[in-house]
């Protein structure tokens, strides 16, 4: 148990809606990470918060955004979901956002019908 | 980030020491050598990270080269529950953090 929880473990829905996926960093940790893994990509990093700032985008889209709040728990929303959006996203979580090490929550499959 | 090559998959005897090979040829004097791995669809592992000393943990050892343009990670008793997708990630020790995934080599441990 790497101390980042994930909800909600599992999501289905249909084309064009709005999805939110939660993450709780470790305790301590400042820095949350939100990234994407489909069956033809791989895993690509989205984007990255660090108290409460956002601190580095990847290859994410625009119908896709992120906040961490300040109890430092984030959210990621997909909105006009593809079915292409289907996939595991996985938050990590690390304690400065440097280069300390990441440790990454269980993920949420989204299903996109 | 420096690229990574991993051969795509290997096996292992369980019992036997696993050594999993990574190339990082470019890699620069500031960039750190990190594993990662994933078991099934869970949720990637942090398992160790060097620089260019050897480094030992609970889990694993890293063997880096000395002119660091390789490492290798050994599970030295191997189990079936050590079949995963093993990451080799190599890592600027500064801005722009996130963690940049090749394809990595799939263990499979046999019994």
């Known amino acids: 148990d790497s101390g980042v929880t994930q909800t909600p473990k599992h999501l289905i829905t249909a084309t064009g809606q709005r999805v939110t996926l939660r993450c709780s960093p470790r305790?301590?940790?400042?820095?949350v990470y939100w990234y994407q893994q489909s069956l033809d990509q791989g895993l690509q990093f989205l984007i990255q918060?660090?108290?409460?700032?956002?601190?580095a985008k990847g290859n994410i889209l625009e119908r896709f955004s992120a906040q961490q709040f300040p109890d430092l728990h984030s959210e990621l929303n997909l909105s006009s979901l593809e079915l292409g959006d289907s996939a595991l996203y996985f938050c990590a979580s690390s304690t400065t956002g440097a280069s300390d090490t990441q440790y990454f929550g269980p993920g949420t499959r989204l299903t996109v019908l | 980030d420096a690229k990574t090559t991993q051969p795509p998959s290997m096996d292992c005897a369980e019992g036997r020491a696993a050594n999993l090979p990574c190339n990082h040829s470019t890699i620069s004097g500031n960039e750190y050598v990190y594993w990662y791995r994933q078991i099934h669809s869970q949720g990637p592992q942090y398992i160790i990270h060097g620089l260019k000393n050897n480094e030992t943990n609970e889990m694993a050892s890293l063997i880096i080269t000395e002119d660091r343009k390789s490492s290798t990670l050994i599970l030295p008793h191997a189990t079936l529950r050590d079949t995963a997708v093993y990451y080799c990630i190599v890592r600027v020790n500064n801005a722009g953090n996130m963690l940049t995934f090749g394809g990595g080599t799939r263990l499979m441990v046999k019994p």
């Open positions: 305790s301590g940790d400042l820095s």
């Open positions: 918060y660090y108290n409460g700032e956002e601190r």
